[in-house]
């Protein structure tokens, strides 16, 4: 049985899962999941198939938008859309599920050829006027426990080098917040330097048509 390590980013919206599909996706079977993620979507879909519910609502609300694999790192990554900040329940539920799999799934790894053997979260926010500060202090308030399991027993702590970015000590549980100085928290200001790094000539061309276009 191989073993391998797992990274669940959770997106505020389909923007993020969009810039964050670095790597190419794969198209698994249920089956073919590490455990415990295989029994997990599983159930999850027969579950709702018996509530009546339709295949798109179980999957936006339950299944990674997009699946990610790094053979050489054994490094899977799972995508979700949670729907924002207003939408906790979202990754709250998925996590309710997982987390006691997560533990059993050496005992009960079911038909899995690979076991998740460490899991590490991402969350992903915008600024949305709020100091990034105060986003990392709401997404610990809002995540510090899991039903009756703590889910954050340690502060987060500001990177030292990007105070977008904060984690847990032992860098199990991470916030990155999409944000500018002195402006709202976009994607775009994350993709645009990385633009300009990989296509500078083209964005010059583009900031000479759009003076051209729209004079002050």
């Known amino acids: 049985m191989e073993n391998i390590n797992a990274l669940l980013v959770f997106c505020e919206g389909p923007h993020d899962v969009a810039f964050c599909r670095l790597m190419f996706k794969i198209d698994w079977k249920f089956s073919e999941y590490p455990a415990p993620f295989n029994q997990l979507f599983k159930t999850s879909m027969e579950n709702h198939a018996a509530q009546d519910m339709s295949l798109d609502m179980a999957h936006k609300f339950f299944l990674p938008d997009r699946t990610l694999y790094n053979e050489n790192r054994k490094l899977l990554v799972l995508l979700f859309n949670t729907g924002g900040k207003s939408k906790t329940d979202n990754p709250k539920i998925f996590l309710r599920d997982f987390l006691p799999l997560l533990k059993q799934s050496k005992v009960f790894p079911g038909d899995a050829k690979k076991i998740v053997n460490h899991c590490n979260y991402l969350f992903l926010y915008d600024r949305d006027n709020k100091?990034?500060?105060?986003?990392?202090?709401?997404?610990?308030?809002?995540?510090?426990?899991i039903e009756d399991e703590i889910f954050i027993s340690e502060d987060f702590i500001i990177d030292e080098e990007n105070n977008l970015a904060a984690s847990c000590l032992t860098k199990t549980v991470g916030v990155y917040v999409f944000s500018k100085s002195n402006s709202l928290g976009t994607l775009e200001d994350i993709l645009l330097p990385l633009f300009e790094s990989a296509q500078s000539q083209l964005l010059n061309e583009a900031e000479k048509f759009i003076d051209i276009a729209f004079p002050d």
């Open 131 to 145: 100091e990034p500060s105060n986003v990392f202090s709401w997404c610990q308030n809002e995540f510090a426990q």
